[in-house]
């Protein structure tokens, strides 16, 4: 089932698509606010956000750079403004599409279910990926080889494959794995990516994928 994350302000609209999306079977979490969506995002882990740019604590566009730190899970921006920049910074900062409001829940619907179509043909080009002598099959949590992974190394690697090539930060990865209580924990993440490079890489004194940047965090290269 689909985890879609709700966040406005306005408790009509927030009723109202809670029902229409429970309704198609989704699985559906809110907020009223931009701190609240992010501490729900990084808990509960939606494969889609619907946010309102307009929100009482933090601009959207912020919200948007938060989510954007640690997770390329597709954000859906609602907004009662109609001015093309705040489309463009919207865009900019990282949201998948925009709808005005007001808006037919239809539409709304149909831009969900595109994001998501679009998700899933992305996420099927990262379905297996080479790593040293293993190939990672994402879909079915299976890697050649033998090679065992625990649910937390699964979490850090999915999180770095999907990825490719960018600067993962500590931060991110605790957030994302752990939750923002544990952003200081930076030993947790020492620990699993040396279990990491030792399971997947030829040689995991002298990793070439799974790479270490010091004092900044981590990066996959292919």
Do not use: C
Request: charged content about 25%.
């Amino acid at each position: 089932m689909t985890r879609v994350l709700v966040v406005d302000d306005e408790p009509q609209i927030l009723r109202a698509l809670r029902i229409n999306l429970i309704a198609r079977h989704y699985e559906v979490a809110v907020a009223t606010d931009g701190g609240a969506a992010l501490r729900q995002a990084a808990d509960w882990h939606p494969d889609l956000v619907v946010l309102d740019l307009g929100l009482p604590d933090l601009d959207g566009v912020d919200v948007i750079h938060g989510l954007r730190g640690w997770t390329s899970m597709p954000i859906i921006v609602l907004s009662g403004r109609a001015g093309n920049q705040d489309k463009v910074d919207a865009l900019d900062a990282g949201a998948d599409d925009y709808v005005t409001k007001p808006f037919g829940i239809d539409e709304l619907l149909a831009r969900i279910r595109a994001v998501s179509r679009r998700t899933s043909a992305q996420e099927a080009e990262l379905a297996s990926i080479t790593i040293g002598d293993h190939v990672v099959d994402l879909t079915n949590k299976t890697i050649s080889g033998g090679a065992r992974l625990t649910p937390t190394e699964w979490h850090i690697l999915e999180i770095l494959l999907h990825n490719p090539g960018k600067l993962v930060s500590q931060r991110q990865l605790l957030t994302e794995v752990w939750g923002v209580k544990y952003v200081k924990e930076t030993h947790y993440l020492r620990q699993y990516m040396a279990q990491l490079r030792r399971k997947l890489e030829r040689d995991a004194g002298h990793p070439v994928h799974l790479i270490t940047e010091p004092g900044m965090g981590y990066r996959f290269k292919a």
